[in-house]
């Protein structure tokens, strides 16, 4: 599925609620997003970037579809066996990739408030997102927001066919060749003022590519990172890397990201950009705090 037709399905397809998602801080659900049958599929199969990274719609709407073992990071929990349903991609799964998907919603209304954060935390996933595609990291699935969706307005986020097994603790031991994409992620994290970088929001899609999930806690103009990434620290960023963020620094948020915060918001992330691409290396947690709660 091509990054345009995954696109115009999360925006325009009919929502249907599969589970909710246990242990979430906030109300969160799986949905499927099928086509109107008024659609027909269009566009053809392959990867829907340019370069080397994947779309992750393929693995979400295909490989679990045909039986892939993989099940949700997070699995809902479908009476009156959630066990057995959360691990049998066989039988629980969009039936085709081109007019069906799965994805995470997050809707306004099941927010828990916050004192640091206003109401809206879905903006900030979508924001999320179009910051990481900005960069070219590639870093955070594909997000829209919904007006239309059961529970009214809310995020759709298209769905990563994780293990649920594996998380950043065991991504970091186990697969090293992903170390490049761990220390790019952290740096997202530190641009992004991200609050709430536990291991499971670390994903390994069944291509081995490095997803992050949950931004709903990023973006606040006080620095608040707590992260969980920091056996990088020290290291040294890419050019590449440091070129991006330095770009980041001198132009500003996007206006597609700008309009999602604050004024104050989007000027704090310039700043910690430029702090960054200046600094040069990933920084380090000298108070030994700032780490989420709970871990996973």
Known sequence: M?????????RTGEITLLGQLARSSNETFLVEVRAPASQSATGTDGDARTGAVPDPAAAACSALATGDNAAPADAPVPAPDPDH???DGASFGPPDSDTACWAIYKPELGERPLHDFPPGLYRRERAAYLLSEALGWGIVPLTVIRDDAPFGTGSLQLFVAADPREHYFTIVEDHPDTHTALRTMAAFDVITNNTDRKSGHVLRGPDGWIWGIDHGLCFAAAFKLRTVIWEFAHDPLPPELVSDIAALAENGAPPEVAELLTTEETGALRRRARAL???GRLPEDRSGMRYPWPLV
């Open 277 to 279: 691409a200046l600094l």
């Open 85 to 87: 349903a959360a691990h």
């Open 2 to 10: 091509r990054a345009e037709r995954a696109d115009e399905l999360l």
